[in-house]
Each structure stands twice: as structure tokens, then as C-alpha cells.
């Protein structure tokens, strides 16, 4: 009798437990409100990305010493950044396609577009062209650049029209995120767009950022690194320069896509740096600013998110008032490549919050707007390069690394004044000439030229066929140079032999079927240092 009243006793917790997590928290928030926020949040990236603008990668694994010179009719400037423009391209996908529409059609979009395009976007829009779609347009296994921060600086519109929906953001995160980005790139912007959703009703930075840890999987690289500026902070409360350091000592070379060099576009460290710029700015407009783009990296992209997260927190119209001044300057431009102005998108993007409100059983009494709080679970969990770590590098003209069948030349390109020619690339266009290099180690990239004159290659991988790659890329006018052509990780340890094989074949827009070969870059499997280092004050 006791175990059977004992089971009754648990049945009724566990039934009073669900019916409390399934029971949300009301919000609630008038329509003026919900508009100045947004209005914040859009202003906040115009201000933050025109602040950083002239020291973007300037300041590579070191800080920002140096004088900081803005004034806000330098907001003018925002009509013309990527920052903004490339989310923007999306909201113009839901206007013409719908909310509801699938992935590949902003993939087109995107792709379509007639903007220049760098890093996870430029690799979606040629995985676009050449018949990969989302989600394996971002995935690593077709993207190289899968956890740059493509994704993290063009999800802000997400977060901005759901306030208080996180599960909203994960799910469109899923599919945006997937278009160009996989994993740590995904996260950040879940990450960003979460901050955004809980600035709405909170004003304490600490609970924002918890808020966001909260929206991706705890076992991620990037909550780990928030998780460590969070620490960093506590132990040098007062010396961001200090938590900088170390900070770097752990993480500064996690950049996959930038192995072998300072350049990093890493989503996660430039996404710690958004955070070590929120907290020891604590909620300072200038301050938080000035210390975001001092971290240095992709020290535009950094700012505009930290100041975004400020600007929705405080609203438009408790902003400083030359900062409002300047972005009401340039209100009705319209940012390149859009058709959107700063009032339009936040016209726009209150109105689909309203929409998404309402979907979440919102209600809309008078001018006030209530709707509840929805429980979420985090992301699921994705790695996209699992211990792997940059071993070497190899230069086409160490010729001695390579071997060279057919007939293979040098390409040379001209110095900006013509006055000089450098050896670039070696490339050939003939059927059958092959190229050939052996390396020890557990990945591979290899590296060349997208360009309007690129032919196509089989890769042989120990012998057998892996896949073939079509090196053509003139879209919206732009080519690439000393991009990855083929890549792959997760090999048994050991040598390990590449082979390419010219085809003599070509893409119908392309004007040749020349084959641009200029390094290749070895990869090897073992903990990361950020795996195994501990900071000075846990030794």
C-alpha cells in the first residue's frame, strides 16, 4: 500500500512540475515601447559598426592602443555596411517569399544579390551556384569558413522582432544559420539574437549574457569562451586589458579558416569580445564602445552587436542625444543593395514582431501588447572542426613538395601601381595534368584561386576519387583569390597523398578552364590549447 501511494505521490509531482514548466511568465510591453527598442537595437548596429569601421582588422592578436577618432556624422556611413545590408537582404526575403520560407530561398537571395561577398557568405553563395543548398551549404563538410562570423553580425534582426521568443530564435536560427554557417558559427548568432530578446525586459547585463548561454548547448566552444571573459571579469573587475591577455593566451588561434597567421574571424572570440566589451562597459554607451573595438579582430562587426544589445536595453530615445541625431540624420537613406532606410526597418521589423507575437498567443489590448514568455530548450550541439589544429602550410613554389605532371606555369599578378608582378599561383588547363603532394597529418586544405577564368579538377585522396571542384567564380563581378578549393579533417593519423587532376572542362559562364593552385595547409588531431590551458590565477 505504501508503494502504491508512494507511485500516486510521484505521478502528481511529476504532472505539477510539467504543468509549471509548461506555464510561461506574462510580458508585457506598450507599442511604443517595442518600437524604440527596436529602434535602439537598429541604431545601436549604425552607430557601432561606423564607430569600429576604421580599425576593422587592423588590430590582429593585439590591442587597440591607439587614438579613437568619431563623431556621429560619421553614422552617415552605416548606408554603406555589410553589417547591415546582407541581414537586410533577408528581411527582404521574408517580404517577398514570406516568414515561413524555406532556407534556400534567402540562399538565393543572397546569392543573387549584387554585393560583394567574404568568408561562410561568399562560400553559400558559391555553394549556391554550384547545387549545394542549406543546411550543407554551411556545414563543414562544403564550408571551410563554417565557424566565421557571417551569421553572427546578420542575425540581429531576429532577435530584434522576438522579444521574449527565444525558441523562435533558435528555430529560424536553425535555418538562416545553416545557410553559411555550422556549430560555433550557428551559436553566435543564437547567441546575439538572444541578448537581443532578453534586453527587451532587462536592463542587468550579467542576467543578459546568462540569458544567451542559455540558448546554445553548454558543451559548445562558444559558451565555453563566454563562460571564460565571465570568469576573467570577476578576477580583474577593473582591467580589461589584463582579461584580454589571457584571454588571447587561451583563444587567440582558434581560427580554423585562419590557420597559420593573427587574421581571425572566428564567430566565438570575436563573440567573447562583444562580451568583455558589454561587461566592463557596464551599460556605458562610449565606454562600452571604446572597449569592444580596442579588443581589436573584426573591431566594426564587435561594436555594432555590443552597441545593438545597448541600444534595445535603453530604447532610441534614451540614447545620447548627438547619437540619436546623427542616425535621425541619415533616417530615410536607404542602405545599399536594400530598400530599406533606418525607419523603414524598424517600421518593418515591429511589424512582424507584432506578427510573431500574436502566432505566440500574444494579445494586443488598447496600446499595450502581452504575450507569454516561451520555454526553450538550447541548440543542439554541433562541432564543426573536432581537434583539429593547423600543423603547417606548404607554398606551390616550394617545388620540392610537389609533384608536377603536364604542363603547369607561373601566374604572376601586378603591384597596385603595375610597377612590380609577384608569383601568385601556379595553374594549368590542360586534360590530364596533374598535381601531386604527400602530407602527414589528419586534414588538409588546399588552396587557390576563384576566378572568371576557373576550370574544374578531380581530387584523388589516397588513391580513390573524393570529389570534383569547379573553381569558376564571377558573381557580382568579384573573384577570389587564395581561397580553399577542396578541404578535409577527421583522417587517420599518418600520410596521407592528394592528387589533382585537371579536366580541361569548365563552367559555361567561365572564359577558361584554368586550374589556380597557390598552397596547401596541414592539419593535425590533438586537444586545442584552449582544451588544456588554464589562466594564470587557476594554476
Same mark, same amino acid.
Request: charged share 25%; aromatic share 12%; hydrophobic share 35%.
Given at each position: ?30 507599442? *511604443? ?9 537598429? =541604431? ?36 554603406? *555596411? ?10 527582404? =526575403? ?6 515561413? /520560407? ?10 543573387? /544579390? ?52 527565444? @525558441? ?25 539574437? /538572444? ?50 591577455? $589571457? ?80 542616425? @535621425? ?44 514568455? *516561451? ?47 609577384? $608569383? @601568385? ?51 557580382? *563581378? ?62
Amino acid at each position: 500500500m505504501k508503494k502504491i501511494n508512494l507511485l500516486v505521490l510521484i505521478i502528481i509531482g511529476t504532472m505539477c512540475f510539467i504543468e509549471v514548466q509548461s506555464q510561461s511568465k506574462i510580458l508585457s510591453i506598450s507599442k *511604443q515601447n517595442l518600437k524604440d527598442k527596436i529602434a535602439g537595437g537598429w =541604431a545601436g548596429k549604425m552607430i557601432g559598426v561606423t564607430y569600429g569601421a576604421p580599425t576593422e582588422f587592423r588590430y590582429q592578436q593585439k590591442i587597440n592602443n591607439d587614438s579613437i577618432k568619431w563623431t556621429p556624422a560619421d553614422i552617415k556611413g552605416s548606408v554603406w *555596411q555589410d553589417d547591415i545590408y546582407v541581414q537586410l537582404t533577408f528581411m527582404m =526575403a521574408m517580404d517577398k517569399y514570406g516568414m515561413d /520560407a524555406p532556407a534556400v530561398k534567402y540562399q538565393e537571395m543572397l546569392a543573387k /544579390a549584387g554585393y560583394h561577398l567574404w568568408c561562410a557568405n561568399m562560400q553559400a553563395r558559391k555553394n549556391y551556384f554550384d547545387g549545394i543548398y542549406p543546411p550543407m551549404s554551411g556545414n563543414p563538410e562544403y564550408n571551410f569558413r563554417a565557424d566565421d562570423i557571417d551569421f553572427q553580425i546578420e542575425a540581429d534582426y531576429i532577435g530584434f522582432m522576438n522579444p521574449g521568443m527565444i @525558441q523562435n530564435i533558435i528555430n529560424e536560427s536553425d535555418k538562416i544559420g545553416h545557410i553559411m554557417n555550422y556549430g560555433d558559427g550557428v551559436y553566435g548568432g543564437i547567441f546575439l539574437s /538572444a541578448l537581443y530578446s532578453a534586453a527587451f525586459f532587462e536592463k542587468d547585463i550579467n542576467k543578459i549574457i546568462e540569458t544567451g548561454l542559455s540558448s546554445i548547448p553548454a558543451e559548445s566552444d562558444y559558451s565555453r569562451i563566454v563562460r571564460d571573459v565571465i570568469k576573467l571579469h570577476r578576477y580583474y573587475p577593473n582591467d580589461w586589458k589584463a582579461a584580454w591577455k $589571457e584571454l588571447d593566451a587561451k583563444w587567440g588561434d582558434v581560427d580554423i579558416s585562419g590557420a597559420g597567421s593573427p587574421f581571425n574571424i572566428d564567430a566565438k572570440l570575436n563573440g567573447a569580445f562583444i562580451v568583455m566589451g558589454l561587461l566592463y562597459g557596464e551599460g556605458d554607451d562610449y565606454k562600452t564602445l571604446e572597449i569592444t573595438t580596442r579588443c581589436g579582430a573584426d573591431s566594426d562587426c564587435n561594436p555594432s552587436n555590443a552597441m545593438a544589445v545597448i541600444g534595445v536595453i535603453k530604447g532610441f530615445a534614451k540614447l545620447p542625444v548627438e547619437m540619436r541625431k546623427g542616425v @535621425q540624420a541619415v533616417g530615410d537613406s536607404v542602405f545599399i543593395n536594400t530598400t530599406y532606410s533606418f525607419n523603414t526597418a524598424v517600421e518593418s521589423t515591429y511589424n512582424y514582431a507584432l506578427k510573431l507575437i500574436l502566432q505566440n498567443g500574444g494579445k494586443i489590448n488598447g496600446n499595450t501588447i502581452s504575450w507569454p514568455m *516561451q520555454v526553450y530548450k538550447p541548440a543542439t550541439f554541433e562541432n564543426s572542426f573536432p581537434k583539429v589544429v593547423f600543423d603547417g602550410k606548404a607554398s606551390i613554389f616550394e617545388k620540392e613538395k610537389w609533384k608536377f605532371k603536364g604542363n603547369w606555369n607561373m601566374f604572376k599578378v601586378k603591384s597596385w601601381d603595375g610597377e612590380k608582378e609577384t $608569383e @601568385q599561383s601556379m595553374f594549368s588547363n590542360t586534360k590530364g595534368d596533374e598535381l601531386e603532394f604527400e602530407f602527414n597529418g589528419t586534414g588538409i586544405s588546399l588552396m587557390g584561386n576563384w576566378v572568371k577564368d576557373g576550370g574544374q579538377a578531380d581530387i584523388y585522396l589516397d588513391g580513390k576519387f573524393h570529389r570534383s571542384i569547379d573553381t569558376y567564380y564571377n558573381y557580382s *563581378q568579384q573573384e577570389h583569390r587564395n581561397v580553399s578549393l577542396w578541404h578535409v579533417f577527421q583522417l587517420n593519423p599518418g600520410k596521407h597523398t592528394l592528387k589533382l587532376v585537371v579536366k580541361g572542362d569548365k563552367n559555361i559562364e567561365s572564359l577558361n578552364t584554368n586550374v589556380y593552385i597557390t598552397k596547401a595547409i596541414i592539419y593535425k588531431s590533438e586537444p586545442k590549447k584552449s582544451d588544456v590551458y588554464k589562466f594564470s590565477f587557476e594554476k
